[in-house]
């Protein structure tokens, strides 16, 4: 092979070259690929004996390959050698370009090291160029295929053939095959990492394909509703798919819901509801229009179906049904703050709704003053000419509505009263011959005459029957938005907005005259008459203040009228 004058040696060691070069691409592993390696040295080189030492992650080299040599591999293979003895035998010897050749005379120093190898002893060389069983010969393999690349392992060799250390022909062929070899390597690294990540996607698909098959059923059928909607752009909210269930609650079909948001369904007073509860992604019980025009009360869980690089997509809704639990809820609310017999506002709601139109400091000087304190402000009488003056900014009048809607208080004008937000209640004035045209809130105290021998003569339930009677005549007597409360025993209260003391006056004689009709019970006629007491809210008067009043002022009116106007059943 090494002889310039057989041509025909090296015209067939080239052949078996190509061969084993060749054979090197066609392997179909990684551990093919290196037995291949292995075996090419033996088959194509002339060498006796070979081992590929790979470099691990950790930088140590294992011995993944060994061929020629059934022994050799039982001792070495899979034995790993430290990365420093391995620098340290690249280091030393000769440098035959890319290979190392350590000469046995040197390399007696490593015989110790945690390397794995293979020799067996011998005589001394009887030539200059006899291969001794000690000689070392590395062939470095470099991931771009030359000595600039990353170290991804070491091709080392033993025993030629022909019993001499390789000329330069048989260096040439050595370091060209471990340039090949790298280059193997590498591919076979490279396909595996590719079989892993397609074997990985396949596993990542075929995960998300169960996982949407189960999110799809637990999503068609869920007991309760369910809905996607859109997050961001033009069609924010919008309604992409529903389930079954929510379907069946509002009565509308699939095909529909898509063309709706929960916006469009919501009732008008829960719209602020639902815009926090979708921007927060939290929870959030609300009014949602059916089919038929009705509501039903629900509950909504949203969860925000968000993207790492887009930012939030969707949003998932969860949609319960809470009609009977929310019915059960307003009707415990109903009966802790209203009259079990008559259904009227018992005494704590009377003073809930009293208390809610009374501050504990009102503006000083009254209301003209109060008026006066804002810029702008001036008092025009009202336009019926009964009416008491009406609070004007700039020249247009404002009600209290607009007093409650401004954004900001305006700044009070030198001596004037800073606006509090509060719409303060104002009594009218206290001389009872004049009707100084101011409207208040008017607290009418009711007792009833004659109540309680209609209860002895006739029973309780007779008693409750007229106690039913006269809160229905009451309340038919009042206009809508006013407040009749049971006080308690046959004690009532109305409470009448915006009315001057004549039209509190006449509020009381047709409360009055409503009760006197005779009430039928149990195939009898009985009558009740009824006392009426006027007193008037203001701010600075506690509720309970407002009412003793009143009932002060009833007892006054009971005893200036004469017995023969008192009705009795």
Excluded at 330 to 341: G, I, M, Q, V, W
Excluded at 522 to 528: E, F, P
């Amino acid at each position: 092979m090494e002889a310039e004058s057989e041509p025909y040696i090296r015209l067939a060691t080239l052949r078996q070259l190509h061969q084993v070069v060749a054979d090197l691409n066609t392997a179909r592993s990684l551990a093919d690929t290196l037995q291949t390696v292995a075996d090419g040295v033996i088959a194509g080189l002339g060498y006796e004996l070979s081992a590929v030492n790979l470099v691990r992650p950790d930088g140590d080299l294992v011995v993944a390959a060994v061929g020629g040599s059934a022994g050799a591999e039982a001792l070495m293979a899979g034995r790993v050698g430290s990365r420093a003895s391995w620098d340290r035998r690249l280091s030393m010897g000769d440098r035959w370009g890319d290979l190392r050749f350590i000469p046995h005379t040197e390399g007696w120093v490593l015989d110790d090291d945690d390397v794995p190898q293979w020799h067996t002893p011998g005589p001394a060389p009887r030539f200059a160029d006899e291969w001794h069983p000690m000689d070392r010969l590395f062939a470095p393999l470099y991931a771009a295929g030359g000595s600039g690349g990353e170290l991804i392992g070491v091709l080392s060799v033993d025993k030629p053939r022909n019993g001499r250390r390789p000329g330069a022909w048989g260096r040439e062929a050595l370091q060209m095959y471990a340039f090949h070899a790298a280059i193997a390597i590498g591919n076979a690294r490279l396909r595996g990492n590719m079989q892993r990540a397609l074997l990985r996607l396949e596993r990542e698909q075929q995960a998300l394909r169960a996982s949407e098959e189960s999110f799809r059923q637990a999503f068609e059928y869920a007991p309760s509703g369910m809905a996607i909607a859109e997050m961001g752009g033009d069609q924010h909210g919008h309604l992409l798919r529903t389930n079954d269930a929510l379907c069946r609650l509002l009565g509308r079909p699939a095909s529909a819901m898509r063309r709706y948001s929960f916006a469009d369904l919501v009732h008008p007073e829960d719209i602020g509801t639902l815009l926090r509860t979708s921007h927060e992604g939290g929870r959030s019980e609300l009014r949602l229009a059916r089919r038929d025009g009705t509501y039903v009360w629900v509950s909504l869980r949203n969860s925000v179906v968000a993207d790492a690089a887009d930012g939030p997509r969707f949003l998932l809704t969860h949609v319960e049904d809470i009609e009977e639990r929310k019915r059960h809820e307003l009707a415990l609310a109903h009966r802790a703050s209203h009259d079990s017999l008559t259904g009227l506002p018992n005494s704590a709601e009377l003073r809930t709704r009293l208390g809610s139109r009374l501050c504990a400091h009102p503006p000083q000087g009254g209301r003209a003053e109060f008026a006066e304190g804002l810029p702008g402000a001036d008092a025009l009488p009202g336009a019926d000419g009964g009416a008491g003056p009406t609070l004007t900014v700039d020249g247009f009048p404002l009600g209290f509505d607009e007093f409650e809607s401004f954004g900001s208080p305006p700044p009070p004008a030198a001596g004037g009263v800073p606006f509090d937000h509060h719409v303060h209640t104002f009594a009218p004035n206290e001389d009872d011959d004049v009707d100084d045209g101011h409207k208040g809130l008017a607290v009418l105290f009711c007792d009833l005459d004659g109540f309680k021998s209609i209860n002895d003569r006739f029973g309780h339930h007779a008693g409750d029957a007229v106690l039913i009677e006269v809160a229905r005549r009451l309340t038919n007597g009042v206009r809508e938005g006013d407040t009749v409360a049971r006080l308690g025993g046959d004690e009532f209260v109305v409470l009448a907005d915006g009315l001057g003391r004549a039209d509190a006056q006449d509020l009381a004689v047709r409360l009055r005259n409503a009760i006197l009709p005779p009430i039928r019970v149990d195939g009898r006629a009985v009558r009740v008459g009824a006392s009426f007491g006027i007193g008037w809210a203001g701010c600075g008067m506690s509720a309970e203040e407002v009412l003793h009043s009143a009932d002060q002022r009833m007892y006054v009116e009971k005893r200036s009228r004469s017995k023969e106007r008192r009705r009795a059943g």
